[in-house]
Each structure stands twice: as structure tokens, then as C-alpha cells.
């Protein structure tokens, strides 16, 4: 059975700032790969997926993950961070396009000013 | 595009009563999943509908939990009675046949048992 770990319950970063959120996954077959992004008293959005195609995927609001197979990683990053990007962050596994999503417990992003 | 349409967006019952979720998913969205997210943990899939049908409920409480999806369109779901643990987010997701362009969540409900 697949799963996700994110390293880090909680991240820091300055405004301006490089954003690193790490994930990790678990998966018996090819997966596809997603991160998602919750505001407060929101639902998940969307931010990127991998799908098998190629493995730097970029996504909204200027985030983008690399799929690397041999670390079984897909960490998602920003250049430069800015204060709306501040949120809880999931990544999100399935092993097929008819399973079910299997998500990780999620990183808080804090920005600082 | 319309979203996907959950109610109500807050409960507060007592342990041991009932409640209901309604979720309205995406126009022509085969796929409906019912995730319960604990705070300051990731969702964690309930039940996934095909249609009308039932793909997944391994991980639903059955002795108290229970949905339907009549008609292929929108969902409840029910938690009869509940417990203080029951106290999360209810997300209702819902996606074409296949999963793999990712799903379209609604705003949930927060529900609190007391």
C-alpha cells in the first residue's frame, strides 16, 4: 500500500526566502504524485501533479516539484517566498488513477516578515 | 465551473445525537470521496463512490458511519451516534473516472461533538 511521510510539521521561512517542503512516498508500482495547499477553514487546492510525464512539474503560484525515483522524493519548492503563501501543505500519493488519494499529515508554512 | 458544493459548514452537536453532511460534487464527475480530516492531521479517506456504487469503504466506522450516493450526483453522509472522536473536518472531493488529474475538494464541514 502506498504511503506519504512530509518531513517537518512545521517550516519557517522569511519573506523572500527559498520554500523546501519535503516529501517522501512509499509505492509498489509507478505513482502519481500530488501536493495540495489548505488556507485556514478552507478546502485543499490543488498546487501541482506528476503524472508519469516530466519530472520537474511546475505549478500556480510559482511552486514547483521534482519527482526524483531513486529517493522516492518529491519535495515541492518556491524561489521566494511571500506572505499569502503562508498555509498547511500536503503531499499526496496514489498508485494508480483509481485509487484513492493517500495523503501525508501536512507542513504548516509560516512566513516571516 | 461550478465547485463542489458542501453543507452546512459548521455543526456542533452533543455526543450520542446524529448528524448529516450533504455534499453536491463537480457536473459530470463520476468519482465522489468522502475524506475526514483531525485537526492537525492529513485527510483520511472514508468512502470513494463510482456512480452510485461503493469503490471503498475499508475504512469507514460502519457501526456508525454511513453514506449513499443516490442517482450518481450528490452524497450524504451520516454519523449516527456520535462519538467526542468523531470531532473533525468533513471533505467532500470528487474527481473524472480516473484520479489522476487530481481532485476537486469542497470547503468541508467542521463538525464538533461536545
Known amino acids: 500500500a502506498q504511503s506519504v511521510t512530509q518531513l517537518g510539521s512545521h517550516v519557517s521561512v522569511s519573506e523572500g526566502a527559498l520554500v523546501l517542503l519535503r516529501c517522501n512516498y512509499s509505492?509498489?508500482?509507478?505513482?502519481?504524485l500530488f501536493w495540495y495547499v489548505q488556507y485556514p477553514n478552507q478546502g485543499l487546492q490543488l498546487l501541482l501533479k506528476?503524472?508519469?510525464?516530466?519530472?520537474l512539474v511546475k505549478g500556480i503560484n510559482g511552486f514547483e516539484a521534482e519527482f526524483k525515483k531513486s529517493e522516492t522524493s518529491f519535495h515541492l519548492t518556491k524561489p521566494s517566498a511571500h506572505m499569502s503563501d503562508a498555509a498547511e501543505y500536503f503531499c499526496?500519493?496514489?498508485?494508480?488513477?483509481?485509487?484513492?488519494?493517500?495523503f501525508g499529515k501536512g507542513t504548516r508554512l509560516s512566513v516571516i516578515a | 465551473e461550478a465547485g463542489v458544493a458542501q453543507s452546512p459548514r459548521y455543526k456542533i452537536i452533543e455526543k450520542r445525537q446524529s448528524v448529516a453532511f450533504w455534499c453536491n460534487p463537480i457536473s459530470g464527475h463520476a468519482t465522489l470521496y468522502w475524506y475526514q480530516q483531525i485537526l492537525g492531521q492529513g485527510p483520511k479517506l472514508l468512502i470513494q463512490?463510482?456512480?452510485?456504487?461503493?469503490?471503498?469503504d475499508s475504512q469507514l466506522p460502519k457501526d456508525r458511519f454511513s453514506a449513499e450516493r443516490l442517482k450518481g450526483v450528490d452524497s450524504t453522509l451520516k454519523i449516527q451516534p456520535a462519538k467526542l472522536e468523531d470531532s473533525a473536518v468533513y471533505l467532500c472531493?470528487?474527481?473524472?473516472?480516473?484520479?489522476?488529474?487530481?481532485?476537486?475538494f469542497g470547503s468541508g464541514t467542521r463538525l464538533t461533538v461536545v
Open positions: 472531493a470528487s474527481s473524472h473516472r480516473r484520479g489522476n488529474d487530481g481532485y476537486t
Open positions: 463512490f463510482q456512480n452510485n456504487g461503493v469503490v471503498d
Open positions: 506528476y503524472t508519469s510525464a516530466a519530472t
Open positions: 499526496a500519493v496514489s498508485d494508480s488513477g483509481n485509487t484513492p488519494l493517500v
Open positions: 509505492s509498489s508500482v509507478p505513482p502519481y
